[in-house]
């Protein structure tokens, strides 16, 4: 995978508000091409394995109850400079922090539930999409 890619979760509370289209709609309109999209439902395990680098942090346990209690959609976004520029587009992890116009300004209802998640560096854009995507999977 590019530098110029990074990787998305759009996040249960999100999809469950009927809110695909209006994230794909930012998404798109900031420049963003979709590599590879899935709309998926995350088993618990699946859960706890792709946030497994948070197993000893006290959220873990509901982040990976909130993750596989609905729907997702997980995507391969391209860019330049991808990681940074979709990290300013999703806005601060706690909503009341985000910038205005921020995905997580408009859609998240709290910090635990923060309706997307990116990437926060190549390296783990390249994991976290290899986790849901094979070879085959990717335009």
């Known amino acids: 995978m590019s530098g110029n890619q ?3 979760m759009i996040k249960p ?3 469950g508000k009927n809110n695909i ?6 998404i798109n309109e900031a420049g963003f091409r979709i590599k ?3 709309f998926t439902h995350l088993t618990k395990k699946q859960a706890g394995d792709f946030y497994a680098v948070h197993a000893d942090k006290y959220f873990y346990e509901e982040l990976t109850s ?3 209690s609905g729907p997702i959609v997980a995507a391969i976004l391209e860019k ?3 990681v940074a520029d979709f990290r300013t587009l999703i806005g601060a992890t706690n909503p009341a922090n985000a ?5 997580r300004k408009i859609f998240a209802e709290s910090l635990s539930h923060n309706a997307i998640h990116g990437s926060d560096s190549e390296e783990n854009a390249a ?3 290899d986790f849901f995507f094979s070879k085959v999977e990717r335009f």
Do not use: P, R
């Open 13 to 15: 509370e999100t999809v």
């Open 127 to 129: 994991i976290e999409s």
């Open 36 to 38: 590879a999209m899935k």
């Open 66 to 68: 909130f993750m596989s």
């Open 21 to 26: 289209g209006a994230v794909l709609k930012m």
């Open 6 to 8: 990074t990787f998305t």
């Open 99 to 103: 910038a205005e116009g921020t995905i």
């Open 80 to 82: 330049e400079n991808a």
